[in-house]
C-alpha cells in the first residue's frame, strides 16, 4: 500500500521541477532579451552623442589680414613737367655794338697794364678799337637809363634789357641822339667812338663796352653772338 501511495508524490515532485525549470529558462531569456535591449539602446545613445560632436562646427570666415603690398598705395603716374626755361634762354642774344677789334679783354681777377695810368688795373669790360666818329648801336633790345659823362671813362650811355641785365658804352662821343627813357632796339645807333675816356686818353679810339649782371660786370664776350 505504501509503494503505490508514494508514485503519485513522485510524479507531482517531477512536476513541480519540470515547472521550476520552465519558468527558470523562461526567466533567464527574458532576462537576456531585456539586456540585449538595454545594450542596443545605450549603444545608439553612444552613437548619437558621438555623431553629435563629430559634426563639423561652422567654420568661421576669417577676413584677410591686410599685407604691406594691399596697403602701399601705387604710385600716381607722374606728371612731366615742361623743362624751366635757362637763364641763358632768357638773355637776349647781344649784338657786338661797333665794328671793329677787340684790343683789351675783359679782367677782373687778373690786373691788366694801363697805358695811360702807366700801371696794371682791372678792366670790367672790352675795348673795342675803331676809328672815331664810328657808329654804336644798343647791343640788344632795351631802355635808356642813364645818358652822363663819367669821371674816368668819359661819356657814358646804359641801357637796361630785363632780368637784372645793363649794357654799358663808354668813350662816346655825344649824348645828343638818345634821351634817358628812350626803347632802343637792337643795331639802333645810340652814339659814335669819341676819346673822353680820361683814363683811357692814351689809347687808340674805341668803345669801352660793359655787361652787368644785377649790378656785378661780366665778361661781355660770353653775350655777343
Not at 503519485?8 to 527558470?24: E, M
Not at 607722374?78 to 679782367?107: D, L, N, R
Not at 632796339?185 to 669819341?194: A, T, Y
Amino acid at each position: 500500500m505504501r509503494l503505490n501511495n508514494k508514485k503519485p508524490n513522485d510524479r507531482v515532485a517531477v512536476a513541480l521541477v519540470l515547472c521550476f525549470c520552465v519558468v527558470a529558462i523562461a526567466s533567464i531569456f527574458t532576462m537576456r532579451s531585456n539586456f540585449s535591449q538595454f545594450d542596443l539602446d545605450h549603444d545608439d545613445k553612444i552613437n548619437i552623442a558621438q555623431e553629435e560632436q563629430q559634426e563639423p562646427e561652422e567654420q568661421k570666415v576669417i577676413e584677410p589680414v591686410p599685407t604691406v603690398d594691399s596697403t602701399v598705395k601705387k604710385p600716381e603716374p607722374a606728371v612731366e613737367k615742361p623743362p624751366a626755361k635757362s637763364q641763358k634762354s632768357a638773355t637776349p642774344a647781344f649784338t657786338i655794338p661797333v665794328a671793329g677789334e677787340v684790343s683789351k679783354e675783359f679782367s677782373v681777377e687778373i690786373p691788366i697794364y694801363s697805358l695811360t695810368l702807366d700801371q696794371y688795373i682791372i678792366h670790367s669790360g672790352i675795348d673795342i678799337q675803331a676809328p672815331a666818329d664810328t657808329p654804336v648801336m644798343a647791343a640788344a633790345d632795351g631802355t635808356v637809363t642813364k645818358v652822363y659823362n663819367d669821371d674816368k671813362l668819359g661819356i657814358t650811355i646804359e641801357i637796361a634789357h630785363g632780368n637784372g641785365l645793363v649794357t654799358k658804352y663808354s668813350n662816346l662821343s655825344t649824348t645828343k641822339m638818345v634821351e634817358e627813357g628812350d626803347v632802343v632796339e637792337k643795331g639802333q645807333v645810340i652814339s659814335g667812338i669819341g676819346s673822353s675816356a680820361l683814363f683811357e686818353s692814351l689809347e687808340a679810339p674805341h668803345l669801352h663796352f660793359e655787361v652787368l649782371k644785377d649790378g656785378v660786370a661780366i665778361d661781355p664776350r660770353s653775350f655777343i653772338k
